[in-house]
């Protein structure tokens, strides 16, 4: 008789916590490259979202429990999905971040020309342009 009926996907979970410490690398590797100098908000900045994440995954997991023990029939089939959906947006949120400090980090270099800049401007559905230099924004 368990209390928890439903859990996250253990393997999302895992790719997320991959994901943000890239994403985290990459950034103190940028701030590093350009000069930036590390401060405590920087660092406070990923602990409030890694503190975000968390608190989302508890309230879905909450929700997620009451619909399993309402014992309603398409709660129960589709609450999986509301779950999972919402890991996978949090791992595309920190993929897009990981590619555009690659980019930062190396603009001119052919990997980003042929690879990053190619594959962040598809998944964040810059179709224009695609191989092109990004134009400076006002």
């Keep these: 008789n368990n209390i928890i009926l439903y859990w996250p996907s253990g393997i999302l979970l895992t790719w997320l916590l991959v ?7 990459f950034g103190i590797s940028k701030a590093a490259l ?9 660092l406070r900045q990923s602990v409030i979202k890694l503190l975000q994440y968390g608190g989302c995954i508890i309230v879905a997991i ?16 589709f609450a999986w ?7 996978y947006l949090m791992i595309y949120i920190e993929i ?3 590619l555009e400090n690659l980019e930062e980090i190396s603009p001119k270099a052919i990997f980003v020309k042929l690879l990053v800049r190619p594959v962040r401007r598809l998944i964040t559905f810059r179709l224009k342009n695609l191989f092109g230099e990004e134009k400076a924004e006002v």
């Design 19 to 25: 994901v943000f410490m890239l994403d985290f690398i």
């Design 34 to 42: 350009h000069g930036v100098r590390r401060t405590s908000r920087g």
């Design 62 to 77: 909450v929700i997620l429990n009451i619909v399993y023990v309402s014992d309603h029939y398409y709660g129960r089939q």
């Design 81 to 87: 999905l509301f779950g999972d959906l919402m890991l």
């Design 96 to 98: 897009v971040s990981i």
